[in-house]
């Protein structure tokens, strides 16, 4: 059983390009969050998604910033017009049931992005 | 507003001693906790949880204890192992979706 997949593992971009982040959930999983960490902090919640339904996006930039997880395939964060802000660790979680506060989410490696 | 604090940024501790990391929390609404490790270049791996209704959980080398009324948990580890060598994330979750995260603490174990 494979864990959590996340690509690409290292981004770099310029500033005012796009940054997309792919995730793929554990096998049987069907929630899917996103968190960022800052170098020298913790992990920030960011988006919490089910598929095809955004549950919770409080912790997402309301600019630039979105996420999605489609019926069929990955979910995905997409960052437009990157700023060197941007840059730090993105991670991706999955849980088999969003039964938050019982629910062990399972991490993926993370995506590392560098804004130049 | 930092809801969920670990204070100690690193930890340094002799092989098979205790390890002691702590964490505090502000809100009162926070209802299961947990502690996840962290190797470099990796996800966060769950650790261990506890339920606010308890005030202990066991899982092997790995006790978690807590303490409502003063907003605190504590994570120990016993013996400490050199691949105990991670940073520890405090987490805690009130019943909805959003899991807050502390800054993590370095703990070294030394040889």
């Known amino acids: 059983n494979a864990g959590v997949m996340q690509n690409p593992r290292h981004l770099v971009r310029r500033r005012g390009q796009e940054a997309r982040l792919r995730c793929s959930p554990m096998?049987?999983?069907?929630?899917v969050y996103w968190y960022r960490q800052l170098p020298e902090e913790g992990l920030k919640f960011m988006v919490y998604?089910?598929?095809?339904?955004?549950?919770?996006e409080s912790g997402m930039p309301k600019e630039r910033f979105s996420a999605e997880f489609p019926k069929e395939g990955p979910s995905i964060l997409r960052i437009q017009q990157v700023v060197r802000g941007d840059s730090a660790a993105y991670f991706c979680a999955s849980s088999p049931t969003g039964a938050s506060g019982t629910d062990t989410q399972y991490f993926g490696p993370g995506t590392r992005l560098t804004v130049l | 507003d930092q809801q969920v604090k670990q204070n100690s940024p690193s930890l340094s501790v002799q092989e098979g001693r205790i390890s002691i990391l702590n964490c505090d929390y502000t809100?009162?609404?926070?209802?299961?906790f947990l502690w996840y490790k962290k190797y470099p270049a990796e996800g966060p791996t769950f650790l261990i949880s506890?339920?606010?209704?308890?005030d202990k959980n066991e899982d092997g080398r790995f006790t978690v204890f807590l303490n409502k009324s003063a907003k605190h948990l504590s994570l120990h580890i016993v013996p400490s192992q050199p691949g105990d060598s991670a940073v520890y994330f405090c987490a805690a979750s009130a019943g909805g979706f959003k899991t807050i995260f502390g800054a993590g603490t370095r703990l070294f174990v030394k040889a």
């Open positions: 998604l089910q598929k095809e339904n955004i549950i919770d």
């Open positions: 809100n009162s609404m926070f209802d299961y």
């Open positions: 506890i339920s606010s209704i308890k």
């Open positions: 096998k049987g999983h069907s929630h």
